[in-house]
């Protein structure tokens, strides 16, 4: 009963073909999907979006220049951190349109255009990457997805997709880790931008991507029966105006603490509390009051996760829960599926996505016209 958004969120057929080729020292690696989705607004191929009948999800070559070093150049996935469907310091792009009506998990991870350069050693490794084009998220436009629209201040889809402009600008990403002592400690870093249009220009009418960097750590470690992890990150949000123009982002600080364990053979259980906290708030509050728009965000943000898994037929069906729920925002998003193995070529699978909120402009409380459940059918050969 969504009046801004058609019945059927996704009715794409997919054919994925993969080619790795080793030629002396240099392994290339190319996967490209091919797609054909009726429900589809846009069928123009973008491939920095998705749209369009074919998402090339890498084209990448690798090699190895020195005894120390792995280079990797182009079209290809990237992430990093210790979060169980929660970043903080995996700052590559993400497809949330994706996540949220029904395609395989794979396609969160959206594709970055850049080269990674990665260096090892006794005392620690580090990655550098550069993109040297800024890759954003796919993010919700209210092509397939309702949203809650500031501007009109009521929710929107297809009556109102956003249109963005994207900085022409480059983006930056490093990771220094090391094992010590069966910790697994990493510091992050990042230049670049807001990966989602969280900017506005009143001049241009158009979102954008205000300028952000990062830092941050993370430790992941076995603590009794299971394993733990912890992160950090600092958004530093420092474009002129930050923390009292409400057409930019604030500057935030975000943690996250896990835990996941197998409870029994075949049966595991994670769990993740998570927070964001806002800096400047009462800035915040001030520059939304001075356009007269509605306050719609606390200081800090908390929200609890939960993961059950459960294998049975000698593991060939996999039973899935994964529950997100803010007690600050009194809201929840609830992942469920089953999916079986039929043999090693066919998998069928069954899932939903459904929210609730006692808001409709918190961050899952925009979503509950867009409850859906889906079914796939996947063929590998």
Do not use: C
């Not at 073909?17 to 080793?22: H, N, S």
């Not at 020195?66 to 079209?75: A, Q, S």
């Not at 260096?119 to 490794?125: E, H, P, T, V």
């Not at 923390?243 to 994670?270: D, H």
Request: proline fraction near 4%; charge should be negative; charged fraction near 20%.
């Amino acid at each position: 009963n969504d009046p801004y958004e058609d019945q059927f969120s996704l009715g794409e057929t997919r054919l994925q073909i993969g080619l790795q080729k080793d030629i002396g020292p240099v392994a290339i690696n190319i996967v490209s999907d091919f797609l054909y989705d009726p429900i589809a607004l846009n069928q123009h191929v973008d491939l920095q979006t998705g749209n369009g009948w074919v998402d090339l999800r890498e084209a990448n070559i690798a090699f190895s220049p020195l005894d120390f070093m792995d280079i990797k150049f182009g079209r290809q996935i990237l992430t990093w951190g210790t979060g169980d469907l929660i970043f903080i310091n995996d700052l590559f792009p993400k497809d949330w349109q994706a996540f949220f009506i029904g395609r395989d998990l794979e396609y969160l991870k959206a594709p970055s255009d850049a080269l990674k350069s990665s260096f090892f050693s006794d005392y620690g490794n580090l990655d550098f990457i550069y993109t040297p084009w800024f890759n954003a998220d796919r993010s919700i436009t209210g092509e397939r997805v309702t949203y809650w629209n500031p501007m009109l201040n009521s929710l929107a889809g297809r009556n109102a997709i956003i249109e963005s402009e994207r900085p022409d600008e480059g983006e930056y990403a490093l990771r220094l880790y090391k094992t010590i002592a069966g910790n697994e400690l990493a510091l992050y870093g990042y230049y670049g931008f807001w990966k989602s249009p969280l900017g506005f220009d009143v001049n241009t009418g158009l979102a954008n991507y205000p300028k952000m960097r990062s830092l941050g750590a993370s430790i992941r470690r076995p603590v009794w029966k299971g394993i733990a992890n912890f992160e950090a990150g600092y958004y530093d949000s420092y474009e002129q105006g930050s923390g009292t123009n409400p057409f930019i982002p604030n500057s935030e600080a975000r943690f996250l603490l896990g835990y996941e364990q197998e409870i029994v053979k075949n049966f595991s259980i994670g769990v993740q509390y998570y927070v964001e906290w806002m800096q400047d708030y009462n800035g915040y509050v001030s520059g939304q009051e001075d356009i007269g728009q509605m306050v719609t965000r606390d200081e800090v943000r908390h929200v609890l996760t939960n993961r059950l898994t459960l294998l049975t037929h000698q593991q060939n069906v996999t039973w899935s829960l994964f529950t997100f729920f803010s007690p600050s925002d009194v809201d929840a998003y609830f992942r469920p599926s089953v999916a079986y193995k039929a043999t090693d070529e066919w998998l069928l699978e069954l899932g939903g996505n459904f929210f609730v909120g006692r808001e409709e402009y918190t961050f899952f409380g925009q979503f509950v016209n867009n409850n859906n459940v889906y079914a796939a059918i996947r063929y590998s050969f």
